[in-house]
């Protein structure tokens, strides 16, 4: 794995390259600025496989970084992982806005570095076989190849607006009480799914969660929420803003949208897919129970509604 650690301390970098080589990770270049790093994704020929930023840095931050990162077309998608302070982490939202995939605390801990890294590699795994779905989509001839998997969370080709699952969590983890109370979610169950994925070749299911993250873009008509697909089926949203619409509102306007493509599922022999709204869920003031536990009960909503909603609409986790 190539990697690119960026901090404007020339002491911490040389201690981090030695922890990364004492886990197994030598090929590593670092850059004491921002200004720097792009320089050296843009003209070194070099492509990197994941790239480690200091969060606070003299004039170019990692919030900062992470978007110019980003904009490069090489680098859209590889994954960033900020390194901070305890006490920084609130900073640490700005960089998950604008694309960052995971953080790391200083003083460094080898073995947070070692799960962090690791994690790493495993979403490169999976980007590579994600890759090949990808080259494979369209090409008729070889979409009988194509294997999906229908419980494992994948970023879907082509949805622009949707982040890595992992990535989501990981954002939850670094939210404090008061910024975890204001946030919720509410998941979108494909009702059919199961059947679409028995029925279908793997290219035609991969392209069907295209059509729905596509669609539920369309309804939500705002930014202001983080999309991701969890598998099985089911589309997470996370947001600190009042979605503005029902969760019976979101259902129709979704499905309505689908239906636009019944042609092209019948010529198939594929139902058209359709959705549930689960109800929106947040955190208990001062629970215990862990950060991501409000994803696991927005799916639990979407994929088995209660009979009746609660009166302001939403579950407690």
Same mark, same amino acid.
């Given at each position: 794995?190539? +990697?690119?650690?960026?901090?404007?301390?020339?002491?911490?970098?040389?201690?981090?390259?030695?922890?990364?080589?004492? !886990?197994?990770?030598?090929?590593?270049?670092?850059?004491?600025?921002?200004?720097?790093? #792009?320089?050296?994704?843009?003209?070194?020929?070099?492509?990197?496989?994941? +790239?480690?930023?200091?969060?606070?840095?003299?004039?170019?931050d990692g919030a900062a970084l992470?978007?110019? +990162?980003?904009?490069?077309?090489?680098?859209?998608?590889?994954? !960033?992982?900020?390194?901070?302070?305890?006490?920084?982490?609130? &900073?640490?939202?700005?960089?998950?806005?604008?694309?960052?995939?995971?953080?790391?605390?200083?003083?460094l801990d080898i073995i947070e570095?070692?799960? *962090? +890294?690791?994690?790493?590699?495993?979403?490169? &795994?999976?980007?590579?076989?994600?890759?090949?779905?990808?080259?494979?989509?369209?090409?008729? &001839?070889?979409?009988?190849?194509?294997?999906?998997?229908?419980?494992?969370?994948?970023?879907?080709?082509?949805?622009?607006?949707?982040?890595?699952? #992992?990535?989501?969590?990981?954002?939850? #983890?670094?939210?404090?009480?008061?910024?975890?109370?204001?946030?919720?979610?509410?998941?979108?169950?494909?009702?059919?799914?199961?059947?679409?994925?028995?029925?279908?070749?793997?290219?035609?299911?991969?392209?069907?969660?295209?059509?729905?993250?596509?669609?539920?873009?369309?309804?939500?008509?705002?930014?202001?929420?983080?999309?991701?697909?969890?598998?099985?089926?089911?589309?997470?949203?996370?947001?600190?803003?009042?979605?503005?619409? %029902?969760?019976?509102?979101?259902?129709?306007? !979704?499905?309505?949208? #689908?239906?636009?493509?019944?042609?092209?599922?019948?010529?198939? *022999?594929?139902?058209?897919?359709?959705?549930?709204?689960?109800?929106?869920?947040? %955190?208990?003031?001062?629970?215990?129970?862990k950060p991501t536990r409000i994803?696991?009960?927005?799916?639990?909503?979407?994929?088995?509604?209660?009979?009746?909603? %609660?009166?302001?609409?939403?579950?407690?986790?």
């Amino acid at each position: 794995m190539r +990697i690119l650690a960026i901090d404007d301390d020339p002491v911490f970098l040389e201690l981090l390259a030695g922890m990364l080589k004492m !886990i197994g990770y030598a090929q590593v270049t670092t850059m004491p600025s921002g200004e720097e790093a #792009l320089h050296e994704l843009d003209f070194s020929g070099m492509l990197y496989d994941c +790239i480690l930023s200091d969060m606070q840095m003299p004039d170019m931050d990692g919030a900062a970084l992470t978007a110019a +990162i980003r904009q490069r077309t090489a680098y859209r998608q590889t994954p !960033i992982l900020m390194i901070t302070a305890m006490n920084g982490k609130n &900073a640490v939202d700005d960089a998950f806005a604008a694309g960052a995939t995971d953080y790391i605390t200083k003083p460094l801990d080898i073995i947070e570095l070692r799960a *962090r +890294i690791g994690m790493v590699d495993r979403l490169l &795994a999976e980007r590579r076989r994600l890759a090949e779905f990808a080259r494979l989509v369209g090409q008729r &001839a070889a979409a009988a190849e194509i294997k999906a998997e229908f419980d494992t969370p994948i970023l879907i080709p082509g949805f622009d607006r949707g982040i890595e699952f #992992l990535a989501m969590e990981n954002y939850l #983890l670094t939210l404090g009480v008061k910024r975890m109370y204001s946030t919720s979610a509410f998941a979108i169950n494909i009702k059919n799914a199961s059947i679409i994925f028995n029925k279908a070749t793997g290219a035609t299911y991969v392209q069907m969660l295209g059509d729905v993250g596509a669609q539920i873009v369309d309804a939500l008509k705002t930014e202001d929420v983080m999309i991701s697909y969890a598998g099985s089926g089911n589309f997470v949203c996370m947001t600190e803003r009042d979605p503005g619409q %029902s969760p019976d509102d979101l259902e129709i306007l !979704i499905n309505i949208g #689908l239906m636009d493509f019944e042609t092209i599922y019948a010529a198939d *022999r594929l139902p058209v897919p359709q959705v549930r709204v689960g109800e929106p869920a947040r %955190s208990a003031f001062l629970s215990p129970t862990k950060p991501t536990r409000i994803l696991e009960r927005a799916i639990q909503s979407a994929m088995n509604p209660p009979e009746k909603r %609660s009166k302001n609409g939403q579950m407690v986790a």
